[in-house]
């Protein structure tokens, strides 16, 4: 399978949001207990530059995940990822360009940070594989479970 990366459109949110990721649904219902196209709408609406990872297969192309910062402050972003399974079809380049990516959407900012839950051990190992730095465990969302807090000086 093919993939690149284009700048996010609407519609993006609803093709992707029912083929996400088991972890990554649970992430969202942990975190914010709101409905994945809903977490996917707001990460598309509010980020400085939301970015698709389409997959092409023959003709035709699809969203696979979508990610992207929201702005905190002029210093702070708030990085995100969410991804389909499909994420794994292209495993060898997408983490091959996690690194030029993560840094590309971080430019604007000084720091990005954000929160992943603790049973989601395959972003856990991305992010580690990406340079970011874990700072402690805190309790969130409507189900009150454990989440790593991260962080990533972009400059």
């Not at 839950?117 to 479970?145: E, S, T, Y």
Request: aromatic share 12%; proline share 5%.
């Amino acid at each position: 399978m093919r993939a690149f990366v284009r700048p996010s459109k609407k519609g993006d949110a609803e093709s992707l949001a029912p083929r996400l990721r088991e972890a990554d649904l649970n992430e969202i219902e942990a975190a914010a207990g709101v409905e994945p196209v809903e977490a996917l709408r707001e990460g598309f609406l509010n980020s400085v530059q939301p970015l698709t990872v389409v997959g092409v297969k023959g003709e035709f192309e699809y969203p696979i995940a979508m990610f992207g910062v929201v702005k905190e402050s002029s210093d702070i972003g708030r990085i995100w990822l969410l991804g389909s399974e499909d994420i794994f079809k292209i495993k060898t380049n997408f983490i091959r360009q996690s690194k030029a990516w993560f840094r590309h959407v971080s430019e604007p900012f000084k720091v990005v940070t954000n929160i992943v839950d603790m049973r989601n051990h395959v972003h856990i190992r991305w992010l580690r594989w990406c340079g970011v730095r874990f700072c402690g465990v805190d309790k969130r969302g409507p189900k009150n479970l454990p989440f790593l807090e991260f962080y990533w000086r972009a400059k």
